[in-house]
């Protein structure tokens, strides 16, 4: 058998990758549970008899189900639930060790004010009844000067019964600023809203699938469907090919049937590339065209002039004209449009999990090839999961007041032209503060769940505009990055103390609704958001008292999921068989009951008469002569790269070449190394538009040249000194980049230059 150089690193990868999917290296837990009792916070279980309790891992968005053993009132081991539909008993290390964050020093322990400048780590203690009293005062000094609508809320989710309350929190109080922190699937949700007309999430049906063409998902490196993924490539066929697409030689590549390393950015041209093929040799599934689709073909307006469809936009994305900027040979783009044509069951997916960002271009022409491939609501193929709608809601009224600020425009720019269908921008918050003159648009913030000012792109721009924030309130369990700069903290208690329904993970083929329970009691004098957000609306009085008729979280929580709650008390999860309907009749609910074809940004609205029929490439920041690299970030399931940091097990698990003591490794091609004499572990300087950073070299077959490829999740400098300190934040150096159709952030990395420190 020959193995060259490629194949070679891919088996290398790989069977580290297949160690880590295993149970195995997991059991080790229990070995690093009794090393661990000789750090000064953790605790030491009494004797007695175990209890198993089950309930759901909130740390991503991935809801995977688990198994906490308990010892009286202390939680000791968690495992994954084999019963739970999402993921069937994996579980991923942040998982795992959860209870190092449970028990860890890093945990607010209860609510505090701030009484030095922000971010010097000086607060003093409070009482509940006071923390809430100076939040309602606040509130009422905006709502009593007629500015509700300078009020804000940043949640890391807006599809749980707590976004609800919080969401409806500030429409009853006048303002319309709920905004979400951004993720991987923001393209993805709005380019299924701007094609079948539905709000949800895309499912897609890996296991069943016999041919996986990934556009760079992180389907192997913690794509915050860890469990779930897991789950699904264990039961997958043997004889399924998967492709990953992908710049570097990542977790999901090494495992990857084929691995096609495509220049990063040049995604969506190679998806229009394989459309192209698709069409010109007609292998595309007709009958679904004809009785389902809609734009393919061109067609007149009401006053006779041509409108182009996809057919004509993917005739300027011939292989052979997308060879440069994909970097990839002609026959290797044809090869990939046939083999995913003249599959049984084909699945294109992209912006599933990972940190870089992609413009909905891009998620656009990958679903379109799904439409091409006519497989839809089958198994192996994307399914249309629509948003959660389990929940029982009284009409609320208000005043004139939040009436008049709801009409307010949103200040992220979300919901108005030109991005009228994009519902959340939270990248272009800081630029609306940083820019604005006079006074804050942002009066007042508050912040669940997520920490803008670690995974925001250009940390401190986020970091200038927070500086000019009069009040922020920060509802974290821990001291993270952005309680360190909050004026009120008032900490949410730990997943594993509270009650919260997990909505239907993205990617998920059907509705599961699951339910996070206490699992032990609560450690420190924290209290559930819902419970503060109640009760400050009844202070508010008036309007905003009546449209919470609550006693508290958990009885909103058990009347709203009214007819849900007793199967979710028993079972932990609900799932709904009808969301799995195969049906395309009334699938589609766009204005022309079909699915639309709107590939490039020009094709967006079907019947304008100014549509073009190209896509608008990302513009990154910076000149390409002082910056002639690329940083692009990645994802391993060894690093919690979103809101909540790594517990100290995970950290012990990664690699010295990734981060030793304090310094993070870059990759970088061996060639592009030379030609900036450098070499293995080397110390350098990155540059970007948005900043520098300190880092050590790692030279990497694996990786293209002209690349530097860095990990997320480092970089910290909240939580505590078990990761505080190491490395650097790779969303600090990347700058935001517009996308000119959605206006969400498209930053798949960052202009760069390197040289030895």
Known sequence: MK???????????????GTTLTPVPWKLTDDIAIWSQNWPWAPVPEDGPSKFVKSVCTQCPGGCGITVRTIGDRAIKIEGQPDHPVNSGSLCPRAISATQHLYGPSRIQGPMKRSGERGQGKWEKISWDEAIKTVTEKLAELRTRGKPHTVACISDT?????????????????????????????????????CCGRQGTIGYDFKESDFILSFGSALMDGCDAAGQMMSAFGKMDEKTRLVQIEARLSDTAAKASQWVPAKPGSETALALGIGHVMVRDRLYNKAFIDNHGFAFEDREDEDGKTLPGYRTLVKDYSPNKITKTTGLPEKTIESLARSFARARRPLAVSGFGGPAAASLDQALAVFALNALAGNFQKPGG?????????????????????????????????GTEPFSHTRHLPNRLPEAINSAKGDSPVQALIVTGGNPLYTLADTQAAKKAFEKIPFIVSFSTFMDETAEQADLLLPHPHFLESYQDVPTPAGMTETVISLARPVVKPAYDTRHTGDVI????????????????????????????SEQWKTLEKQGYWTDAASRDNSLEKLFQTSSQRFEFLAGTGLQNPGSKNQKPEVQAISLPGDPKDLPLLLVPYSTMRISGGAVANTPFMTKTVDEDVIYQQDVFVEINPETASEYNLSQ?????????????????????????????????????????????????????????????????????????????
Do not use: H
Request: hydrophobic content about 45%; some cysteine.
């Open 3 to 17: 193995i060259d150089r490629r194949c070679f690193l891919s088996l290398v990868i790989g069977g580290a990758v």
């Open 158 to 194: 807006d599809r749980n019964s707590l976004a609800y309350l919080l969401d409806r929190f500030l429409r009853a109080y006048g303002s319309p600023n709920f905004i979400r922190t951004p993720s991987s699937q923001d393209a993805q949700e709005l380019a299924l809203y701007l």
């Open 382 to 414: 994307v399914f249309v999961i629509d948003e959660p709608d389990y929940l029982s809601w009284t009409e609320m009224k208000i005043d004139k007041t939040a009436s008049a600020g709801n009409q307010q425009p949103r200040i992220d720019g979300a």
């Open 534 to 561: 109640i009760q400050v609306a009844k202070n508010l009085g008036g309007f905003m008292e009546n449209a919470f008729p609550w006693k508290n979280n958990e009885d909103f929580l058990k009347k709203t999921l």
């Open 681 to 757: 572990g080397d110390k350098a300087t990155v540059k970007t538009p948005a900043g520098s950073a300190q880092v050590r070299v790692n030279l990497f077959e694996g990786i293209m040249p002209g690349l530097v490829a860095m990990p997320a999740g480092l970089g910290r400098t909240g939580f505590s000194d078990y990761i505080a300190g190491k490395g650097v934040n790779v969303y600090g150096l990347i700058a935001p980049a517009a996308d000119p159709a959605s206006g969400l952030n498209a930053a798949w990395g960052a202009r760069a230059a390197i040289a030895k420190a």
